[in-house]
């Protein structure tokens, strides 16, 4: 069982930056993979990235490749994801999702393969 806890969202305006951060209760931290995902408004939950448990092997949805980020420090266990060059469209509810995982090169982009989730944290993009 692994609690995770978002931080990190609020207003920016279009082409900033920002940080967000997930922190993972429990000691065991690295056999998790974990991911980031958003929810909009009417809209259903969609995949923004994800990282392997050792944090090798990355992977991006094409809406925010070469903006965002991804990136873990299992020491502090926690994710980030960092996010530059924001659109209007990325106004959303940030949620990270955690899944067991005993391979260093997988990686997850479907929420039904994630069993753990945070409660979200918002990110406002004005233009």
């Known amino acids: 069982q692994v609690q995770l806890v978002e931080s990190g969202g609020g207003l920016v305006q279009a082409g900033g930056s920002l940080r967000l951060s997930c922190a993972a209760s429990?000691?065991?931290?690295?056999?998790?993979?974990m991911g980031w995902f958003r929810q909009a408004p009417g809209k259903e939950r969609e995949f923004v990235a994800a990282?392997?448990?050792?944090?090798?092997?990355?992977h991006d949805a094409d809406s925010v490749k070469g903006r965002f980020t991804i990136s873990r420090d299992n020491a502090k266990n926690t994710v980030y994801l960092q996010m530059n060059s924001l659109k209007p469209e990325d106004t959303a509810v940030y949620y990270c999702?955690?899944?067991?995982?005993?391979?260093?090169?997988?990686?997850?982009?479907?929420?039904?393969?994630?069993?753990?989730w945070g409660q979200g944290t918002q990110v406002t993009v004005s233009s």
């Open positions: 429990g000691r065991t931290f690295n056999i998790y993979a």
């Open positions: 999702a955690a899944r067991l995982s005993y391979s260093g090169m997988s990686y997850y982009t479907e929420a039904r393969q994630y069993a753990f």
């Open positions: 990282i392997s448990n050792s944090g090798g092997v990355t």
